[in-house]
């Protein structure tokens, strides 16, 4: 008897099915050209694992490129549907089991991650540098392209994690970038013009401090204070916080700054006045006088010239416009929130498809 089931095990053996493809599948209408597809992806899976082990991120991002762009051109050339993505998740799965990566979900985020971004060049230098997690954010949350690359630019270059990148996506902090009134192109040379305006934006949101708009101006400071991280994050990248209610003489006058920071790639102080109220043009004169006040007392040699942001309840832009007209000290005038209340433009709103949606399309696509 034991003889027997010997001789059955050598039997199947002799007649084991070829790999990746099991002797019963569900799936019957597979295209002939499929063994083929399988072999060289297998192959391309292999030398990459080979090259670099997959440890590094930008070669495993690479490589769901690379997988999501050959699956993108069998699709488009032969009408591929959703049975061959799910074949070659398990196929794939069979011949790697040691990695991960590979479900029927994954594979159709390769399929967008691909179409997201045509450009290789891009992706190797720009989106292969970010966290695989990151880049599903940016597919699922963000429709334009010329966005989702400022997002992934500013992942790269300040080394977002996905839940920040996430919060700056939710806050609309490329709509709001580069949005203060200002007099910078005036007051500042130009390459230094260029950057604060893109530093600087509007309005920004304080959502951190919670949503009562019942605020004293001291309260608001402490509050932003309390929450420091949060603020530091909000304002951007290169902000060093200074102190506080700074204490400058005049006279026989006491003056004190909100809020005093620096910027390390402005290389110049920052003041930030907060007001709980409707912009009013004698703000900026107030403000005016502490940035002569900042460059003639605290500001190097090397320093570039302090700039001032006046943060504001709410204002006309035409009144601010006038209101900075005639000051030779770089200014910039903006609104603070508690909470984005404006709604997004319609063609601003996410079209990529969520992987919900990308499964549905495909559910009903040469089945």
């Given at each position: 008897?034991?003889?027997?089931?010997?001789?059955?095990?050598?039997?199947?053996?002799?007649?084991?099915?070829?790999?990746g493809?099991?002797?019963?599948?569900?799936?019957?209408?597979?295209?002939?050209?499929?063994?083929?597809?399988?072999?060289?992806?297998?192959?391309?899976?292999?030398?990459?694992?080979?090259?670099?082990?997959?440890?590094?991120?930008?070669?495993l991002?690479?490589?769901y490129?690379?997988?999501?762009?050959?699956?993108?051109?069998?699709?488009?050339?032969?009408?591929?549907?959703?049975?061959?993505?799910?074949?070659?998740?398990?196929?794939?799965?069979?011949?790697?089991?040691?990695?991960?990566?590979?479900?029927?979900?994954?594979?159709?985020?390769?399929?967008?991650?691909?179409?997201?971004?045509?450009?290789?060049?891009?992706?190797?230098?720009?989106?292969?540098?970010?966290?695989?997690?990151?880049?599903?954010?940016?597919?699922?949350?963000?429709?334009?392209?010329?966005q989702?690359?400022?997002?992934?630019?500013?992942?790269?270059?300040?080394?977002?994690?996905?839940p920040?990148?996430?919060?700056?996506?939710?806050?609309?902090?490329?709509?709001?970038?580069?949005?203060?009134?200002n007099?910078?192109?005036?007051?500042?040379?130009?390459?230094?013009?260029?950057?604060?305006?893109?530093?600087?934006?509007?309005?920004?949101?304080?959502?951190?401090?919670?949503?009562?708009?019942?605020?004293h101006?001291?309260e608001?400071?402490?509050?932003?204070?309390?929450?420091?991280?949060?603020?530091?994050?909000?304002?951007?990248?290169?902000?060093?916080?200074?102190?506080?209610?700074?204490?400058?003489?005049?006279?026989?006058?006491?003056?004190?700054?909100?809020?005093?920071?620096?910027?390390?790639?402005?290389?110049c102080?920052?003041?930030?006045?907060?007001?709980?109220?409707a912009?009013?043009?004698?703000?900026?004169?107030?403000?005016?006088?502490?940035?002569?006040?900042?460059?003639?007392?605290?500001?190097?040699?090397?320093?570039?010239?302090?700039?001032?942001?006046?943060?504001?309840?709410?204002?006309?832009?035409?009144?601010?416009?006038?209101?900075?007209?005639?000051?030779?000290?770089?200014?910039?005038?903006?609104?603070?929130?508690?909470?984005?209340?404006?709604?997004?433009?319609?063609?601003l709103?996410?079209?990529?498809?969520?992987?919900?949606?990308?499964?549905?399309?495909?559910?009903?696509?040469?089945?």
């Amino acid at each position: 008897m034991e003889k027997n089931k010997s001789n059955d095990r050598k039997f199947l053996g002799r007649h084991k099915p070829e790999v990746g493809f099991p002797v019963s599948s569900p799936l019957t209408d597979i295209p002939a050209t499929y063994k083929n597809f399988l072999i060289a992806l297998k192959t391309r899976i292999q030398q990459e694992r080979l090259r670099a082990v997959l440890s590094s991120n930008a070669a495993l991002i690479t490589l769901y490129w690379d997988i999501g762009s050959a699956i993108l051109e069998k699709q488009a050339g032969e009408g591929w549907g959703a049975k061959v993505i799910d074949r070659l998740s398990a196929d794939l799965k069979k011949e790697f089991p040691d990695m991960k990566g590979f479900s029927p979900r994954n594979l159709k985020y390769m399929r967008a991650f691909a179409a997201a971004w045509p450009d290789k060049t891009i992706v190797q230098r720009i989106i292969a540098q970010i966290p695989w997690r990151s880049n599903l954010a940016l597919l699922d949350k963000i429709q334009n392209s010329d966005q989702r690359l400022w997002y992934a630019q500013m992942t790269l270059q300040h080394g977002w994690s996905q839940p920040v990148l996430v919060h700056q996506i939710e806050s609309r902090a490329f709509e709001r970038k580069g949005k203060s009134i200002n007099n910078f192109a005036l007051a500042l040379p130009p390459v230094q013009s260029d950057m604060a305006n893109q530093i600087f934006k509007d309005p920004y949101l304080f959502d951190f401090i919670g949503t009562s708009d019942n605020r004293h101006e001291r309260e608001l400071e402490q509050a932003l204070i309390d929450h420091i991280q949060q603020f530091l994050l909000e304002l951007g990248q290169g902000f060093a916080f200074v102190g506080r209610q700074v204490h400058l003489e005049l006279g026989d006058s006491d003056f004190y700054l909100d809020l005093l920071f620096y910027h390390l790639k402005l290389r110049c102080y920052v003041v930030i006045e907060l007001k709980a109220v409707a912009f009013d043009p004698g703000h900026v004169s107030k403000l005016n006088m502490y940035l002569n006040v900042v460059d003639d007392i605290l500001r190097h040699p090397d320093d570039k010239p302090t700039i001032g942001l006046l943060l504001v309840k709410e204002k006309n832009k035409l009144v601010a416009e006038y209101a900075l007209r005639g000051y030779t000290n770089p200014i910039g005038v903006s609104e603070w929130e508690t909470q984005i209340t404006r709604a997004l433009p319609e063609a601003l709103k996410t079209s990529l498809p969520s992987i919900e949606e990308i499964e549905a399309e495909l559910g009903g696509v040469d089945e």
